[in-house]
């Protein structure tokens, strides 16, 4: 189920942001990277993995087009990732990843196009929470059940309307200033943030918290987009474009 509205049930209000959502399970976890390590198998530090059910090294977004999905949307096929993480050296199995697509800051929506199929992204900010209504920081927050911990990402927003990928994982995006992307990526595409979710059961704020990837500050995630693409095209039409925030309450936003 897409958390996106008709276009003819929600007037649009314009002075907000528009977005939409979508919750996607978590599957599994490995020590691939199909991004960074793609075809080298178990060289990569561990991941779980969301959406996506059989994510690994040899993955490209073609066989996502087909690949079951626990994304709760008929059109997200993506794959989703990040390190584990791990409570007195024992993994933590996460609840959810919540994948959020919003207006950039300060950004004309009518200048949104929709991103391409197999465009790879990784995030560029990171922050931790315990509830939306708290401002993420820095520092991961233990949060006693039966309030989740969530860790906030954000990725960019800007395309340079060519390449997929690019050699350093970055170059082929940017993130837009003062709502304005740069003439080398002159594509604005929604800016996705995602919040992944953890219930900290038996352990404690006196619990050693840690990631696959090294210390608590390593926090990143990695995306491969896969989407049906009539279904995206209407959810940026219905709810970006219109201004209209599609029943996303649930999100916490990373300020600054």
């Not at 939409?20 to 490995?30: A, Q």
């Not at 595409?189 to 352990?203: D, N, V």
């Amino acid at each position: 189920m897409s958390l996106g509205v008709s276009e003819s049930v929600v007037d649009p209000d314009s002075g907000r942001r528009g977005s939409f959502g979508v919750v996607c399970p978590f599957s599994h976890r490995n020590e691939d990277d199909p991004i960074v390590f793609p075809d080298e198998s178990g060289v990569s530090h561990q991941h779980d993995y969301f959406g996506a059910t059989s994510v690994s090294a040899s993955t490209r977004w073609k066989s996502l087009l087909t690949m079951p999905n626990l994304c709760k949307s008929m059109g997200d096929l993506s794959a989703y990732w990040a390190p584990t993480l791990q409570a007195n050296l024992a993994d933590v199995d996460p609840t959810e990843m919540a994948v959020y697509l919003r207006t950039p800051t300060e950004a004309d929506p009518s200048d949104i196009v929709t991103p391409p199929n197999g465009l790879q992204l990784m995030s560029v900010r990171s922050g931790w929470t315990c509830a939306r209504t708290d401002e993420p920081t820095a520092q991961m927050q233990y949060c006693p059940p039966p309030s989740t911990t969530r860790l906030i990402l954000e990725y960019p927003d800007c395309w340079d309307g060519e390449n997929l990928s690019s050699a350093d994982h970055y170059s082929h995006v940017a993130v837009s200033v003062h709502g304005k992307c740069p003439t080398t990526h002159p594509n604005m595409i929604p800016q996705m943030a995602t919040e992944i979710r953890y219930e900290l059961k038996g352990f404690s704020k006196d619990t050693t918290y840690a990631l696959s990837s090294g210390a608590l500050d390593t926090a990143h995630a990695d995306a491969i987009l896969a989407w049906d693409q009539k279904v995206l095209a209407k959810e940026i039409r219905s709810c970006i474009k219109r201004r209209v925030n599609c029943d996303l309450t649930w999100f916490t936003a990373i300020q600054g």
